[in-house]
């Protein structure tokens, strides 16, 4: 089997270790569902506080939980890599390697006083980072490029794979969808390679590299053109020196949310490298391979992958959040990301499976008098499955829509049959008139509390789970809430944007451009009475990145 990239690290974990890393990683980054502060390549206008609503979440992280501990528990001493520098931090290898200067200003000061005021934020950042600031960094030293560039997708995107603008920016270094097709980020109705962490990083580094040298090697100009564009870093600079102002990035007419981008970049440089002045204890992410990225050349199941890879589907599909489906595409990429513990094993495994025999779903085109139950006969499932596995809504489909079929053995079918008539009778009994939300449990989650959040009862909760009021919840515990139909699935996908109203929009345009229907934005912001919208009017708009237009 082929791999991108040739694995320098090798970690040795023992099958419990891992199981329990890996269900705290998906903990960790499920928590990380939320607004994302709109970070384009095009003029946004945002608010102030933007990086306050997505930096900073009330739940409390602990020093002992994550991937790193565990980690360097069970290495192996006789097989531990040789670390670059003795460094066995890498926030501590980034604060030490930076060689920006910093100028002391009002503007960086803002951005630092508002980090330092919040100490929370580097620590859940880090919580997110852990398993790719390693394959992040690697990327950048072959290159020969500033580690300052290892913390952009902090202000990009708090290093969540899933963040998504209002603008349609997506994944880690929040590529719009021609910026990414312009540096060879393929997108289709498969895959996302704006979301795929290896191959985004590779492009937003060339994107960098392009830029840089476009606007005369000045770092700056590079860092405020990837946020704004380089067209319009390039006529504030011509404008300035018109009118024979001083042309550095601090004397620039640029827009507000840039003028504030690459302060943020510039304070979290000044705070790392100075930790110990502002008195911050840099987080622990080991400087070690834990990820792999592997080329399995072929179409596969993503859920017979994850158990090639001792792995859940909840768990690789977090790994891999290029993927909008439950396969990688019939024409590629078929690279996976992987714990670098198991993919030689997982390769091993793989290449005794012939390649027809790597998927279990087919996609099936709608014809003319087709219904969700006709189909499902015919391939021996039900109409559940075929709403969760296509994320239906409702029974509605049209003629050339594609559908996903399971193709399973009998007993996977009897389980999947099963599952979903239980599920059948539990819609039919709390579905009137209400919606159902499967919300994760999060650390200091208590039932009264989400009790509060949903507006129903303890007992009801429990009723619905199966569990009495009494029971303790578990961290990553999914429960089913039966809502009035205007309550929204929250899940890791699913983000809330808030678009401005302009001049010319309607209800149906702003629907198209997020690919939502027009009742859903209705009833999301309860525009029932309302006629009309006018420009500068807030529209909450609840975005499912995998299905955003491209």
């Known amino acids: 089997m082929k791999k991108k990239h040739r694995m320098r690290d090798r970690l040795f974990?023992?099958?419990?270790?891992?199981?329990?890393?890996?269900s705290i990683l998906f903990i960790l980054l499920l928590s990380a569902c939320q607004t994302i502060p709109p970070q384009s390549h095009e003029t946004i206008e945002v608010s102030e506080n933007a990086l306050d609503e997505s930096a900073v979440s009330a739940d409390v992280i602990k020093e002992e939980e994550g991937l790193t501990n565990l980690v360097e528990e069970e290495v192996n001493k006789e097989e531990?890599?040789?670390?670059?520098k003795d460094y066995d931090n890498l926030w501590l290898k980034l604060a030490e390697g930076f060689d920006f200067k910093v100028p002391e200003n009002s503007r960086v000061a803002k951005q630092r006083d508002y980090y330092l005021n919040h100490p929370m934020y580097l620590k859940k950042v880090s919580k997110r980072a852990e398993p790719f600031l390693w394959l992040i960094i690697e990327q950048i030293e072959a290159k020969k490029l500033p580690l300052e560039l290892a913390l952009l997708p902090v202000v990009e995107s708090t290093f969540d794979p899933f963040a998504y603008s209002h603008a349609g920016?997506?994944?880690?270094?929040?590529?719009?969808?021609?910026?990414?097709?312009?540096?060879?980020?393929?997108?289709?109705?498969?895959?996302?390679?704006?979301?795929?962490?290896?191959?985004s990083t590779g492009a937003a580094l060339k994107y960098m590299q392009v830029l840089h040298r476009y606007l005369g090697d000045d770092w700056l100009y590079a860092f405020a053109a990837y946020n704004s564009g380089e067209g319009r870093v390039k006529r504030s600079i011509a404008k300035n020196k018109r009118r024979n102002k001083p042309v550095d990035y601090w004397s620039l007419d640029l827009p507000k949310e840039t003028e504030n981008y690459v302060p943020k970049l510039l304070a979290l440089i000044d705070i790392l490298r100075n930790h110990e002045k502002y008195g911050v204890e840099l987080p622990y992410i080991p400087n070690q391979q834990v990820l792999t990225y592997v080329d399995v050349e072929s179409q596969i199941d993503l859920a017979y992958a994850a158990e090639l890879a001792g792995l859940t589907?909840?768990?690789i599909q977090l790994l891999n959040p290029a993927f909008n489906h439950w396969a990688t595409s019939p024409d590629g990429p078929h690279k996976l990301l992987l714990p670098s513990v198991v993919a030689d094993q997982f390769s091993e495994k793989l290449a005794k499976v012939s390649k027809n025999k790597r998927i279990r779903w087919d996609r099936y085109i709608v014809q003319s008098g087709d219904s969700l139950s006709v189909i499902a006969q015919k391939n021996q499932t039900t109409t559940s499955v075929l709403?969760?596995?296509n994320d239906l809504n409702g029974s509605f489909i049209k003629v050339g829509q594609a559908l996903l079929i399971p193709i399973a053995s009998k007993s996977q079918q009897q389980y999947l049959y099963t599952q979903a008539k239980r599920f059948e009778r539990e819609e039919s009994k709390y579905s009137k008139g209400n919606k159902k939300v499967v919300y994760k449990v999060v650390e200091g989650d208590t039932l009264w509390d989400i009790s509060r959040r949903y507006k129903v009862t303890s007992k009801q909760?429990?009723?619905?789970?199966?569990?009495q009021t009494k029971n303790t919840l578990r961290l990553g515990q999914e429960l089913t809430i039966w809502k009035e139909v205007n309550t929204v699935k929250s899940d890791a996908t699913t983000r809330r944007v808030t678009y401005y109203v302009r001049s010319g929009d309607s209800l149906n345009a702003i629907a198209h451009k997020f690919n939502v229907s027009t009742a859903d934005l209705v009833r999301w912001n309860n525009?029932?009475?309302?006629?009309y919208i006018k420009p500068g009017q807030k529209i909450k708009v609840y975005v499912d990145v995998r299905k955003s237009r491209t």
């Not at 974990?13 to 890996?22: A, E, H, R, S, V």
């Not at 525009?527 to 006629?531: F, S």
Request: no cysteine; net charge positive; aromatic share 16%.
């Open 461 to 467: 909760i429990a009723k619905w789970n199966h569990f």
């Open 313 to 315: 589907i909840a768990e």
């Open 527 to 531: 525009l029932q009475k309302a006629k």
């Open 387 to 389: 709403k969760q596995i």
């Open 169 to 199: 920016a997506s994944g880690l270094w929040q590529f719009m969808p021609v910026s990414g097709i312009r540096f060879g980020l393929h997108q289709d109705w498969w895959y996302d390679g704006r979301r795929d962490v290896y191959a």
């Open 80 to 84: 531990k890599p040789v670390l670059v």
């Open 13 to 22: 974990i023992n099958g419990p270790t891992m199981k329990l890393l890996f």
